[in-house]
C-alpha cells in the first residue's frame, strides 16, 4: 500500500510562495492520478489542483489558477506543487491524495481518491 507524505509547509507572507511536495512510498505514483486538497479551518476538504496520470492534463481550482502549478516526477515518484502569490485565504492543511487504480478518469474531487498523506500545514499572514 502506498504511503504519502507531504512536505513543505509553513508559514509565509502575503504575496510569498511555496513549493510543497508529496513523496510516495511503498508503491508508486507513477500511472496514477494525483491531486493536492486543502482544507481551511471550519471548511470541507476542497479540491486545489490535480494531474492525471500521463501528466497531460491538469486541472486547477478557479482560486489558484495562475499562481499554482502542479507537476509530477516519475522518476522520483514524486508530486509538486508550486504556489505563488500566497493569499491569506490559502491558508489551510494541503493534503496529497493518489487515485485508487491507474489510469483512472481524471477527476478532482476527494471521493477519487483513496490514499491520503497525514497533510501540510501552509499558512499565510496578511
Known amino acids: 500500500q502506498v504511503q504519502l507524505v507531504e512536505s513543505g509547509g509553513g508559514l509565509v507572507q502575503y504575496g510569498g510562495s511555496l513549493k510543497l ?7 508508486t505514483v507513477n500511472w496514477y492520478n494525483v491531486g493536492w486538497f486543502r482544507q481551511a479551518p471550519g471548511k ?11 501528466g497531460d ?6 482560486s489558484v489558477k495562475g499562481r499554482f502549478t502542479i507537476s509530477r516526477d516519475n522518476r522520483k ?4 506543487l508550486q504556489m505563488n502569490s500566497l493569499r491569506p485565504e490559502d491558508t489551510g492543511v494541503y493534503y496529497c491524495a493518489r487515485a485508487p487504480t491507474t ?6 474531487q476527494p471521493s477519487s481518491y483513496k490514499y491520503w498523506g497525514q497533510g501540510t500545514q501552509v499558512t499565510v499572514s496578511s
Do not use: K, L, Q
Request: charged share 10%.
Open 21 to 27: 511536495s508529496c513523496a510516495a512510498s511503498g508503491d
Open 44 to 54: 470541507g476538504r476542497e479540491g486545489v489542483s490535480c494531474i492525471n496520470w500521463s
Open 57 to 62: 492534463n491538469t486541472y486547477y481550482a478557479d
Open 77 to 80: 515518484n514524486a508530486v509538486y
Open 103 to 108: 489510469y483512472s478518469i481524471f477527476a478532482c
